[in-house]
């Protein structure tokens, strides 16, 4: 493989020797506060490393998580009154001002957050009359009433019996069923989609009455009373293909078997094999809460009893998502472990000092056992001849290996030692060339998963059915690549840096999917763009470079709000964090600004903000699940990235080029 002796000068980036001669070189002012700055905050992550060489952190959702725990609990009749209390007093903690929940700090009311909220909190004895839920009623009152809650939402509250099951679309379990040639089937939908929806469509089917052993509901909360409800579907895109599929729905709903019970059975038997095959033992069903949770109510419905060792297993992978503390807890979404080491890593092969070469010694021996190498992903529906290689998300998802660790990653590996780690490089490098999609960009999961007629569907009111390609996953290959030694002359470059050029906002910035937001996307564009030797007097790269200086704030940093990813409130901006900042920083360095003022003031700011230990205050959400619906608050995010921006600002003030030499 060309270019992977490139990275096997680990020894002299990351010796103390080489350290103590580069702090005899920094300059004085900002670089030299930097440095020192760098130094503590390495200290301080080398003490969070695990003693299996991993770094984790927690990764914090909005409301609903924690909420359908908690509902999760009843509808099995489990209930933990211990968790049930510390999540419940974190519902309350986090009731907004508007009187309902938002979807991320200091965020807009959001109905289904809301209604999910209420409900915990009702089951686990909130009484409606107190303060907090009579506020919170009233808001979702106001705002129109459970019944406009999201697709989600409707089939939990019909599970619990507070609407019928007309609130919800038609999802006939006949759908597993379908070739891969149909315009409408589980392949053609996003890996968190197939892994949701599968066990879903047993319960949508068998219709389980949740047990609910305390006889809470929710009346209270309907503007008009469900039953008298006559329009629950509705076209979510406003378009023509919307009005088609709500009349597939609408046919769908004049005979509960349309294709008979034979065909039901096998579809259900088909469906129950999909996720059983996937359960993914203690890391759970796709590895995400949504999806183990449904498994394990679909075990229940299917008569799985309590000690079965599937059931058990799942039952605990959900648990394994709890954060408790002494008075209150939340549910994660999932976990970020492979995410949050590699990311360390990098910050920590850019800061060095001592201790850290033995650190990501092991931190890379414990990478490379993740390693997925089994050729059994839904990925290889699309690419049958396409060897494995790569890393997933979480701890273990070998079904579902992720194009953006993997790159993310593989350029750790490299920059420590290209050599020692040939063999899984190779292995990622042919994985990433070939789940490349037919645009030229990269989606995170699949290839080609773009068919956004399904976006179009009542049941996608959520607007993440689909996986298609993106600018920042893309840009993180692109720079894997041109870091491996690939050129632009390469056929697969060329067709990803058309791809990126492509992606490119009016006004120079670039989409964040993954991130908030446009920052993160500029961010991760410009470090590709480096990485392929386009530099700033190329078109692109300047009209990104002026709107990152143009976004800056008065204080030196950045900050973009989760509402950005509506059209409206596109530019908006509460408060600088540091790690929007750090990604600002970090991309106008890749862009050669490393000694512009826009740098300065941002390091400044770095320095200056508050900061515990290895990490920044910022209780800002700076990530997404899925944009406008779904926000992540990665609590790593405010040590490694921050650290990142400060020690490459150090090293490139005291070094000859002043060029970034990594595709990160």
Not at 468 to 494: E, K, N
Not at 636 to 645: C, E, K, R, S, V
Request: charged letters at 25%; a neutral charge.
């Amino acid at each position: 493989m060309r270019g992977l002796a490139k990275g096997s000068e680990f020894k002299d980036v990351m010796g103390e020797t080489a350290t103590t001669e580069r702090a005899t070189g920094v300059p004085a002012g900002p670089a030299a506060a930097a440095a020192r700055c760098a130094d503590a905050v390495a200290r301080a992550l080398l003490d969070l490393q695990r003693p299996d060489g991993e770094w984790l952190f927690e990764l914090e959702a909005d409301v609903t998580i924690p909420a359908e725990y908690i509902l999760l609990e009843h509808f099995l009749d489990e209930i933990d009154q211990a968790v049930e209390k510390k999540l419940a007093a974190y519902l309350r903690a986090r009731q907004g001002d508007h009187g309902g929940w938002p979807l991320f700090h200091g965020g807009a009311f959001d109905m289904s957050a809301s209604v999910k909220a209420y409900y915990a909190l009702k089951m686990v004895g909130d009484g409606p009359d107190a303060p907090h839920m009579r506020r919170a009623r009233e808001a979702i009152l106001a705002h129109g009433g459970a019944e406009t809650s999201n697709v989600f939402s409707r089939y939990t509250l019909a599970l619990f019996g507070q609407v019928p099951w007309r609130a919800v679309p038609v999802m006939p379990p006949e759908l597993m069923l379908l070739p891969r040639w149909f315009p409408v089937e589980i392949g053609k939908m996003s890996y968190w989609s197939r892994s949701v929806i599968a066990p879903l469509l047993i319960l949508a089917s068998l219709r389980p009455v949740a047990r609910n052993p305390r006889d809470v509901h929710m009346s209270e909360l309907f503007v008009t009373p469900p039953e008298a409800v006559r329009r629950w579907q509705r076209n979510v895109t406003g378009k023509w293909p919307g009005s088609v599929f709500l009349l597939i729905d609408r046919l769908l709903r004049l005979k509960d078997k349309p294709f008979g019970q034979r065909l039901r059975d096998k579809a259900l038997r088909r469906a129950e094999a999909f996720f059983i095959e996937r359960l993914n033992g203690l890391d759970g069903l796709g590895a995400i809460f949504p999806a183990m949770a449904n498994s394990v109510m679909a075990m229940d419905a299917l008569g799985y009893p309590g000690d079965h060792p599937d059931r058990r297993t799942a039952r605990e992978s959900v648990r394994r998502l709890l954060v408790l503390d002494a008075d209150s807890g939340y549910c994660q979404p999932c976990i970020s472990p492979v995410w949050d080491t590699a990311l360390a890593a990098h910050a920590l092969m850019e800061s060095g000092g001592p201790g850290v070469p033995a650190a990501l010694a092991r931190g890379f021996v414990w990478l490379t056992e993740r390693e997925v190498t089994e050729p059994r992903g839904d990925w290889s529906w699309k690419a049958p001849d396409l060897p494995p290689g790569g890393w997933a998300f979480q701890d273990r998802n070998d079904f579902y290996p992720d194009v953006d660790d993997t790159a993310v990653v593989a350029m750790a590996l490299h920059r420590a030692d290209g050599e020692r780690y040939r063999a899984p490089l190779e292995r990622a490098t042919k994985w990433i060339i070939g789940m490349q999609s037919h645009n030229g960009g990269w989606g995170a999961f699949d290839i080609d998963n773009d068919k956004y007629y399904l976006n179009h569907i009542p049941f996608a009111d959520h607007g993440a059915l689909l996986d298609p390609p993106t600018a920042d996953v893309s840009a993180r290959c692109i720079g894997m690549l041109c870091q491996f030694g690939y050129t632009v002359d390469h056929p697969v470059v060329r067709r990803g840096i058309d791809y990126l050029r492509g992606e490119q906002e009016a006004d120079g910035s670039w989409f964040g999917r993954w991130g908030t937001n446009y920052i993160y996307g500029t961010w991760s564009v410009l470090c590709a763009l480096n990485a392929a030797g386009m530099k700033s007097d190329d078109p692109a790269v300047g009209r990104a470079v002026a709107w990152l200086k143009a976004r800056q704030r008065p204080d030196g940093g950045w900050g973009e709000d989760g509402a950005t990813y509506f059209d409206e409130a596109r530019d908006l901006c509460k408060e600088s964090t540091p790690s929007q900042t750090a990604w600002a920083l970090l991309g106008l360095m890749a862009a050669g600004e490393v000694q512009s003022e826009a740098v300065e003031k941002g390091i400044g700011f770095l320095l200056k903000a508050p900061r515990d230990g290895a990490r920044w205050r910022e209780d800002w959400y700076t990530a997404v699940g899925f944009p406008r619906v779904f926000y992540l608050r990665y609590h790593g995010y405010a040590a490694y990235f921050p650290l990142w921006a400060l020690a490459r600002y150090r090293n490139l003030m005291s070094g000859n080029s002043g060029a970034v030499a990594f595709g990160l």
